[in-house]
């Protein structure tokens, strides 16, 4: 299984970012979906996740900012991330799992910077 993510970058507060990963190997829509984040001296924590009905979860500090989706179809799930903020700067994850998390992808970096 490989899990590989693109769209990180560096974006000035406020602005606007999203993230995709593209899954291989296995039967994506089996799985729930996930985007986890880490940031420099902290622990790896939940962004999002959406289980295999598309129903999603997100994290107090991102609702209402973050759009999780999938599409089983093209082996994807993507983060819409909208009024970003500098605290949202870390590497963010793509994560798949039936019950925990099984598999990572190897992260991209998000910056919010002026």
């Known amino acids: 299984v490989q899990l590989v993510e693109s769209g990180g970058g560096l974006v000035q507060p406020g602005g606007s970012l999203r993230l995709s990963c593209a899954a291989s190997?296995?039967?994506?829509?089996?799985?729930?979906l996930g985007w986890y984040r880490q940031a420099p001296g902290k622990q790896r924590e939940m962004v999002a996740t959406?289980?295999?009905?598309?129903?999603?979860n997100y994290a107090d500090s991102v609702r209402g900012r973050f759009t999780i989706s999938r599409d089983n179809a093209n082996n994807t799930v993507s983060l819409q991330m909208n009024g970003l903020k500098p605290e949202d700067t870390a590497v963010y994850y793509c994560?798949?799992?039936?019950?925990?998390?099984?598999?990572w992808g190897q992260g991209t970096q998000v910056t919010v910077s002026s």
């Open positions: 994560a798949m799992g039936l019950y925990e998390v099984d598999y």
């Open positions: 190997g296995t039967i994506f829509s089996l799985y729930v």
């Open positions: 959406i289980s295999t009905i598309s129903s999603p």
